[in-house]
């Protein structure tokens, strides 16, 4: 089955400090997108950033960007000038064969604390 | 407004007694999938849709029936629910298309007792 490991069950940071989460995934594509989801105690998922495979340039979303590794199959998340509504469970995933968005392989998630 | 509806948001019931979680989306996706979300282990594919009338497993299937009769609805069906089904479930929906997010619902809170 293919995988995505989400190696920090927990995170903290302070306040306008930079954290970083960490993912890794396995998979036998060549082309494929990777996503990080956010969801806070209110349950909603939102998407913080995707970076689709074929892109070397690393995806940016304003506080947020990533550090793309394909040959080491990394995706981590780099969080700056942490703010405490950044505080929530983080989960990278996979998208599906066909690119899309239909068969989501999520890790486990990592719980990022943001202390004032 | 653009979003996902499920319903209902909490639910308590018992063993064995049949149940339905509806999810309804207003944006003309194709793709419709159920999610579960438990401590420890992520979010899991239950099932998913690419259109209507087309439906595969995703990864944890058993214990569950989905169908999806109309492009806007996917309910996802209990017939025998037990305890080891208590979960967090997400319904999503997404274009058919490249890179396009998975828009979630709520989340229904599904306890068996």
Redesign the interface.
Known sequence: ?QT?T?SQ?EMSVQEAETVTLSCTYDTSESDY?L?WYKQPPS???I?VI?Q?AYKQQNATENRFSVNFQKAAKSFSLKISDSQLGDAAMY?C?R?GR????????????TKLTVNP | EAQVTQNPRYLITVTGKKLTVTCSQNMNHEYMSWYRQDPGLGLRQIYYSMNVEVTDKGDVPEGYKVSRKEKRNFPLILESPSPNQTSLYFCASSLFSRGTEAFFGQGTRLTVV
């Open positions: 089955a995505v989400q069950p997108y996503f349950r909603q998922m998407l995707r689709e989960f995933a998208g066909q690119g899309g968005s239909e068969k989501l392989v999520f890790g486990k998630g």
